[in-house]
């Protein structure tokens, strides 16, 4: 099992920007993927972008591709997602988390692993 904290959550203007964080501990997780998923008020969990541990290679669902950017500190066990130009319609709350299998998984239910999350709110 991996447990997973994000922070750095919090309030911004619209077409501002934030980063926010998410700590990896337990098993060894250099074989997993690790995403980042966000969930409005009323609606399904969406997902975001994906990064792959081991090689770095990544993928952003279509609707943050180009202003969003998900990387990992190995040193740190951290990933990150850097949000820009940001929008009130990505305000949610944003979850990491983490599969052992490879490949690119889009469904929460890929995923064994979930943090608590942190909430992001876009002012307009």
């Known amino acids: 099992q991996v447990q997973l904290v994000e922070s750095g959550g919090g309030l911004v203007q619209a077409g501002g920007s934030l980063r926010v964080s998410c700590v990896a501990s337990?098993?060894?997780?250099?074989?997993?993927?690790i995403a980042w998923f966000r969930q409005a008020p009323g609606k399904d969990r969406e997902f975001v972008a994906q990064i792959t541990w081991r090689s770095g290679s990544t993928f952003h669902a279509d609707s943050v591709r180009g202003r969003f950017s998900i990387s990992r500190d190995n040193a740190k066990n951290t990933v990150y997602l850097q949000m820009n130009s940001l929008k009130p319609e990505d305000t949610a709350n944003y979850y990491c988390a983490a599969t052992p299998k490879p490949g690119i998984y889009m469904t929460p239910s890929s995923y064994e692993d979930w943090g608590q999350g942190t909430q992001v709110t876009v002012s307009s």
């Open positions: 337990g098993r060894t997780f250099s074989s997993y993927s």
